[in-house]
């Protein structure tokens, strides 16, 4: 596996398998890389023929000091993770190589509601930094597929929206399920900060997901919502949203019948520990 740390590089990686007329996916992470992040390389090695993975811990997306500070930083481990899943290239830029001037801006875009609600209303600034961030490393590796995962539904809804925006529809956006603990836990990098009990404990957020999709379909939105708040409610954990909303546009539903494309989608205090987590309820 190669590692590049400069654009150059990871471009001209990229080229040359272009020019050879390979197909190239490309997996963007913070690193603290995990069998979620894993599922996202194997999907890329089935779509296709290079795969590529960048690592950049981004500073601009964080809208709180402490919890990039406590972002696990562990490249050589993920290096070894990504090398054992047979990853071509990865790519670990220094924030100048990602912040160039003149490269790298903000992408000037209105998101309306897909940037308002949800994650877009608790954590101010944080998708404006997401997008400046993916829209600059899709450039830097221009690749065939971006590979993402649905385990950030708004992420990808809003990285959709931006392709099409700045006009690079011709990337190929593909999303992969949500990978599980065994007991049901979202896989996510910040699983490693809850103690054993609270990691078990923090089931009943994919318990609550699964207590939305199994509602009949008469049943309305708004006493599902309630009712999953309440559940969430409990010491140590502490709901901050829980939202059935169109797959889409995310506008919150009133009931089964006001889309074709229906997601619950939750953000919870585990602890100290903020988690989010989603469930298709309704697919296209
Ligand atoms: P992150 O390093 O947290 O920015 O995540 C990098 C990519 O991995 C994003 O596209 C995430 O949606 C995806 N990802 C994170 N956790 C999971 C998971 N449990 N299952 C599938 N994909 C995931």
Known sequence: MFLFRKEEGIHDFVQKRKEEGLRVAFVPTMGALHDGHMSLIRKSREIADAVVASIFVNPTQFDNAEDL???????????RLLKAESCDAVFVP???????????????????????????????GHF???MQVVRRLVEMVEPNDL???????????????????IGRQDINLVVCPI??????????SRNERLDPALRQGAKIIHETLQMAHSKA???????????????????????????????????????????DYIVA???VWAGEVRLIDNM???KP
């Open 69 to 79: 500070l406590k972002y696990t930083r562990s490249v050589a481990a993920d290096c």
């Open 94 to 124: 220094d924030v100048d190589e990602v912040y160039q001037e003149g490269k790298g801006l903000p992408v000037d875009i209105d998101l309306g509601t897909l940037g308002k609600v949800m994650e877009g209303k608790f954590r101010p």
């Open 128 to 130: 404006e930094g997401m």
């Open 147 to 165: 590979v993402m995962g649905q385990k950030d539904f708004q992420q990808v809804a809003i990285v959709r929206r931006m392709l099409h925006h």
């Open 179 to 188: 990978r599980r603990e065994a007991h049901g836990l979202a896989m996510s």
């Open 217 to 259: 379909p008469d049943t309305d939105f708004d006493g599902i919502m309630e009712e999953a708040m309440s559940v969430l409610n409990q010491e140590p954990f502490k709901p901050i949203y829980f939202e059935i909303v169109d797959g889409h546009t995310l506008e919150r539903l009133k009931n089964w019948e006001d889309a």
């Open 265 to 267: 989608c939750t953000a």
């Open 280 to 282: 298709i309820l309704k």
